[in-house]
């Protein structure tokens, strides 16, 4: 299981480079969704080159190392609502071991036609059943504000992210993605991404206790499938120091 690692972390390295918590799935949403009637699979991979040492609770997954990857089924049901299923979501720890870590459903309702309006925005709802490794809660659950305007080469994309662990309104985390990206032409874009973790709404954790990380990516539609690698620094003691993603996108109809 070894070599699966090996070639997963090269592929990323290979491909042109313009939270605290675990995550199979690092992206800014924009609001853009499969066609009516279109299936689509994307693939998520990130590969953690230097992290934390120590799982974030007892029997968790240690950062350090580790391949975090899921496959996503998504189906555009009409132009403002597409439904997606993740499964399955998988960890590959340090040394090799690969374990099923959960899945996912998903409900994504955006304004129609996203790509083509100044200012575009939606709403997508997740709800996870995870393994024991993966989150210290079986039942969990992502609710994703989108807001972002198109300005002339520049997207500015802004997803207010809470995460619902089932505890109450003031537990809610508060974990955004922001996202600023230049279009260099209709095929390949370069963008800053930010992924934070405040803490729970009712009382947000310390600064040097907070997630932020900053990803240089770059985006790459090649027809047939779209290529996504960015690579990701640490900017606070609570972050993983450096993060390499991977997101591969193709219509199946």
């Known amino acids: 299981m070894k070599g699966w690692l090996y070639v997963l972390a090269s592929l990323i390295l290979l491909l042109p480079k313009a939270s605290s918590a675990q995550t199979d799935e690092i992206q800014v949403y924009d609001a853009s969704i499969a066609k009516p009637g279109i299936f689509n699979l994307t693939w998520h991979n990130n590969y953690t080159l230097s ?3 120590v799982p974030d609770f007892p029997g968790g997954i240690v950062p350090d190392h ?3 990857g899921v496959t996503e089924w998504a189906y555009g049901v009409t132009d403002w609502f597409e439904a997606g299923l993740y499964a399955p979501l998988y960890t590959i ?3 090799g071991n690969l374990k099923f870590a959960g899945t996912k459903l998903r409900a994504l309702f955006v304004s129609p036609d996203a790509d083509n309006r100044t200012f575009f925005y939606g709403i997508n709802f997740e709800f996870s059943y995870n393994a024991t490794s993966w989150d210290a809660k079986r ?3 992502e609710i994703r504000p989108i807001f972002g305007w198109h300005l002339g080469r520049f997207d500015i994309i802004v997803n207010p992210i809470l995460d619902n662990s089932y505890e109450g309104l ?7 993605a922001t996202r600023i990206a230049y279009r260099v032409d209709d095929k390949f874009a370069l963008a800053l991404e930010e992924y934070d973790d405040f803490g729970p709404l009712r009382r947000f954790f310390s600064a040097s206790d907070q997630s932020h990380q900053l990803f240089v990516v770059a985006d790459y539609d090649a027809g ?3 290529i996504e690698p960015g690579i990701g620094f640490g900017l ?3 972050s993983d120091n450096l993060v390499l993603k991977l997101i591969l996108s193709h219509d199946l109809n």
């Open 66 to 68: 580790a391949i975090n």
């Open 93 to 95: 720890s340090s040394s």
């Open 236 to 238: 606070t003691r609570a």
């Open 51 to 53: 992290g934390r040492k």
């Open 170 to 176: 003031s537990r809610l985390d508060f974990a955004p």
């Open 139 to 141: 039942f969990t659950s």
């Open 224 to 226: 047939e499938i779209t």
